[in-house]
């Protein structure tokens, strides 16, 4: 008969901490740490990181201010992080314009397999708020991107991105995109590109399932009171949500609260930093005068950290099936002994060898088991 057999030898169970290769939780100013990056031509006119004017990034911002509760993944009740704005409505004279800003951490080059993540909170000025137009924005981030180049989907672009609509008003809401200009399409993408819900629309069953209608928090409605309405299901909008980009040699998935979104082609990107976007989706911009305050992305807690490969030989510890055809599958635990992510399958070659990348962070234990004819 056919049994699981676990294999709890050197080298088939083992317990790796994965190394951080960096990381930013805002909580002191680190605004000297990183690189502002504008979309805006010069012919134009300078946007600056806190001009009001066009895109804004501010590396200290207390979110508390806008009613929005510590984050997932901070300590001590900390509430600052990285506030995103694009194409903001002025007092300045300044015209809207189809736009957007990201910024990348200075001095860093990611390469081999790694995970990205951060917790974001999507924001933007609910139907209550007299404009009632203009709030659908888009929340960027990606891999492989130069540090000093605007990644913007309207061009230059030359990374691989990952991104959604703040507010869900776009019949193309959750992308990707690997060049400016036109999102990996949902229907017959490129080799190697998908969708886990075959759609860009918020509104499809996949993302309505995920991601349910959310409340504004009680805290920004008392702030500020033209806020009314909520979410709309689908959209990842007024909660904190993890967001991970995670490399394993030439495939990148896209994750938010641990659901699938997006697979793609690494490729060969413009180069080898992460970054982090807010974008206009068109000229038109928000008449409303609170939207630069309540239409944002504020992203806390940035981390990015290695994935290790696992290593070893089966065909020690004396396993009864046939190590040239079998299939076997890893499993991972946490220090309590709870299942952690995803199991994958793997095959040895002829003499029992294995190596495996890892698909979890921090540190975790690997359990290999595969039928064996007892």
């Not at 002025?90 to 990205?116: I, M």
């Not at 409303?288 to 940035?302: G, K």
Request: proline fraction near 6%.
């Amino acid at each position: 008969m056919k049994n699981l057999l676990t294999i709890a030898l050197v080298g088939c169970v083992a317990t790796m901490a994965s190394a951080s290769l960096f990381s930013d939780n805002f909580d002191v100013d680190s605004t000297a740490n990183w690189q502002f990056n504008t979309s805006v031509p010069a012919s134009t006119g300078v946007d600056l990181a806190l001009d009001q004017m066009w895109g804004d990034a501010d590396f200290f911002f207390d979110y508390a201010t806008l009613g929005i509760p510590s984050a997932p993944g901070s300590t001590g009740g900390s509430t600052r992080g990285i506030k995103l704005t694009a194409n903001m409505f002025n007092t300045l004279g300044v015209a809207a314009l189809f736009s957007g800003c990201s910024v990348a951490p200075l001095g860093q080059s990611f390469t081999g397999d790694y995970e990205l993540s951060f917790d974001c909170w999507q924001n933007w000025n609910a139907p209550g708020s007299p404009a009632g137009s203009g709030t659908t924005q888009f929340t960027f981030a990606g891999l492989g991107a130069p540090t000093t180049q605007v990644q913007f989907p309207g061009g230059p672009l030359t990374g691989l991105g990952f991104g959604t609509t703040t507010d869900g008003g776009s019949s193309v809401d959750y992308r990707m995109y690997n060049a400016p200009g036109a999102v990996i399409p949902a229907v017959g993408p490129p080799a190697g590109y998908s969708y886990a819900a075959g759609s860009h629309n918020n509104t499809n069953a996949y993302y309505t399932t995920a991601f349910p209608d959310a409340p504004i928090p009680a805290a920004q409605l008392a702030l500020w009171p033209l806020q009314t309405g909520t979410s709309g299901a689908g959209n990842l909008s007024f909660q904190w949500r993890k967001w991970k980009i995670k490399k394993v040699g030439d495939v990148v998935t896209w994750t938010v609260d641990s659901t699938l979104l997006a697979t793609a082609k690494y490729g060969t990107p413009g180069s080898d930093n992460i970054f982090l976007a807010m974008c206009d989706i068109n000229t038109g911009a928000s008449a409303d005068t609170t939207s630069p305050f309540v239409l944002c992305s504020v992203i806390d807690n940035v981390k990015v950290d290695q994935l290790l490969s696992s290593t070893g030989n089966l065909a020690v510890s004396g396993y009864a099936g046939d190590l040239t055809t079998e299939t076997f599958t890893a499993y991972f635990k946490d220090g309590a002994g709870t299942m952690i992510g995803s199991p994958i399958t793997f095959t040895t070659d002829a003499a029992g060898n294995y190596s495996i990348v890892t698909p979890q962070t921090g540190t975790f234990s690997v359990i290999i088991r595969g039928d064996s004819t007892l």
